[in-house]
Antibody, heavy 118, light 110 residues
Framework: QVQLVQSGAEEKKPGASVKVSCKASGYTFTDYAIHWVRQAPGQRLEWMGW????????KYSQKFQGRVTITRDTSASTAYMELSSLTFEDTTMYYC???????????WGQGTLVTVSS | QSALTQPASVSGSPGQSITISCTGT?????????VSWYQQHPGKAPKLMIY???QRPSGVSNRFSGSKSGNTASLTISGLQAEDEADYYC??????????FGGGTKLTVL
């Protein structure tokens, strides 16, 4: 069965970077894109960007352009999201999600909580 | 991009029908038939309920339906059940490889 398993919770200081992983299983990794979505406590879902796992092409939300980098390791069937210059406002849950052939996000990771604290 | 506009909350009694709207612009909802809807229970990851505006993934109840008119997409849930109480988010393709979510709607089953 399709699964996306994300790395564990992180605590970072302001100004630092964080890299979250998303390991896929149960399907051919390079056949689907992976999106990254974040959600602050009690807040809405916010789209950050995505990667075509096949060719590595990426697209980022303007809001995070310059601060976010999404990569993938096809040999490990894993996608990564790195966010730099962290501020307290980046304290939130980060999700990866697979794009189905129908452009819906059909499978989601369990989420990774990133806490930015001094 | 600005978030798509959803009502903050809706409510209904068991057995009733409710509709959640999702208003965008001619650059996103109005231009593409790529609106999806997600259900999120507290502490859980979102779940895909509708894709391409009106299509249901396998396993999703046919009580859930989607539609679109102009710049506004809608999710209708008929025969409300207690388990439908959750947050609902719409999402649309916004061109140039970008996507945008709605602000979310909290559904309360009275």
């Amino acid at each position: 069965q399709v699964q996306l398993v994300q790395s564990g919770a992180e605590e970072k200081k302001p100004g630092a970077s964080v890299k979250v992983s998303c390991k896929a299983s149960g399907y051919t990794f390079t056949d689907y894109a992976i999106h990254w979505v974040r959600q602050a406590p009690g807040q809405r879902l916010e789209w950050m960007g995505w990667i075509n796992a096949g060719n590595g092409n990426t697209k980022y939300s303007q809001k995070f352009q310059g601060r976010v980098t999404i990569t993938r390791d096809t040999s490990a069937s894993t996608a990564y999201m790195e966010l730099s210059s962290l501020t307290f406002e980046d304290t939130t849950m980060y999700y990866c999600a697979r794009v189905g052939g129908n452009y819906g996000l059909d499978y989601w990771g369990q989420g990774t909580l990133v806490t930015v604290s001094s | 991009q600005s978030a798509l506009t959803q009502p903050a909350s809706v409510s209904g009694s068991p057995g009733q029908s409710i509709t959640i709207s999702c208003t965008g612009t001619s650059s996103d909802v109005g231009s593409y038939n790529l609106v999806s809807w997600y259900q999120q229970h507290p502490g859980k990851a979102p779940k895909l309920m509708i894709y391409e505006g009106s299509q249901r993934p396998s396993g999703v109840s046919n009580r859930f339906s989607g539609s679109k008119s102009g710049n506004t997409a809608s999710l209708t849930i008929s025969g409300l059940q207690a388990e439908d109480e959750a947050d609902y988010y719409c999402c649309s393709y916004a061109g140039s490889g970008t996507w945008v979510f709605g602000g979310g709607t909290k559904l309360t089953v009275l």
